[in-house]
T-cell receptor, first 112, second 107 residues
C-alpha cells in the first residue's frame, strides 16, 4: 500500500561526490515536491513540479537539481554535496492545486 | 509569505493526559494539514482540515478559517504520541509549515 516511496532510506556520500535521491508515487498525482529538513527545523521547500513544469524556490542553491521523467518518478540530484547538505530529504505529492499532500518516508543524507 | 505560528513549542505529558496544540496563520488559506513526524522522520498525515471539525480516534482537529487558527486535540495520550506535530497551510501553490510542537509523553 506504499503511496510515496523514497530510495534509498539512508545515503552516505563523500564531500563533493554527486548523489541522486529517488522518489516514486503510485497515486498518479500531478504535483511532486522536494523538501530539505535539518535537525529541529521544519521542512523547507526546494522545488516542485506541476506535471512537467518545474518550479524552483528562489533560495534553492544551484547545487540542487531535479528531474521528472514521467508522472510516477522524480529525482533529486546534488551535484557537489557539502557538509551543510547533510539533512533529511522528503518527497511529497499532491493531486493538483488543492487536496491532501502526502509525504514519503524520506532519505537521510550523510556527507563525510 | 504567509506566517504560521504554533504553540506551545514543547509539551511534556503524563500518559493518559489530554492536550491542545494551536496553530495561527496570517492570511486566508486554501487548506490546512496537521502532521505527526515520528522518530524515524516520516511525516504522517493526521488531518486535512480547511475548516470545521474532524475526529480520528483519540485525535481531533478544529479549524476556524475566518479567525485564522486551528487546534489539534490529543486525548488520553500514549507514549506512541510522542514526536513533533506540524501544522502546514497551503497557499500560493505550496505548504508553509509552522515550527512544530514537540510532544513528549511519559509512561
Amino acid at each position: 500500500d506504499a503511496m510515496v516511496i523514497q530510495n534509498p532510506r539512508y545515503q552516505v556520500t563523500q564531500f563533493g561526490k554527486p548523489v541522486t535521491l529517488s522518489c516514486s508515487q503510485t497515486l498518479n498525482h500531478n504535483v511532486m515536491y522536494w523538501y530539505q529538513q535539518k535537525s529541529s527545523q521544519a521542512p523547507k521547500l526546494l522545488f516542485h513540479y506541476y506535471d512537467k513544469d518545474f518550479n524552483n524556490e528562489a533560495d534553492t542553491p544551484d547545487n540542487f537539481q531535479s528531474r521528472r521523467p514521467n508522472t510516477s518518478f522524480c529525482f533529486l540530484d546534488i551535484r557537489s554535496p557539502g557538509l551543510g547538505d547533510a539533512a533529511m530529504y522528503l518527497c511529497a505529492t499532491r493531486p493538483d492545486s488543492s487536496g491532501t499532500q502526502y509525504f514519503g518516508p524520506g532519505t537521510r543524507l550523510t556527507v563525510l | 509569505g504567509i506566517q504560521v505560528e504554533q504553540s506551545p513549542p514543547d509539551l511534556i505529558l503524563q500518559e493518559g493526559a489530554n492536550s491542545t496544540l494551536r496553530c495561527n496563520f496570517s492570511d486566508s488559506v486554501n487548506n490546512l494539514q496537521w502532521f505527526h513526524q515520528n522518530p524515524w522522520g516520516q511525516l504522517i498525515n493526521l488531518f486535512y482540515i480547511p475548516s470545521g471539525t474532524k475526529q480520528n480516534g483519540r485525535l481531533s482537529a478544529t479549524t476556524v478559517a475566518t479567525e485564522r487558527y486551528s487546534l489539534l486535540y490529543i486525548s488520553s495520550s500514549q507514549t506512541t504520541d510522542s514526536g513533533v506535530y506540524f501544522c502546514a497551510v497551503f497557499a500560493y501553490y505550496k505548504l508553509s509549515f509552522g515550527a512544530g510542537t514537540t510532544v513528549t509523553v511519559r509512561a
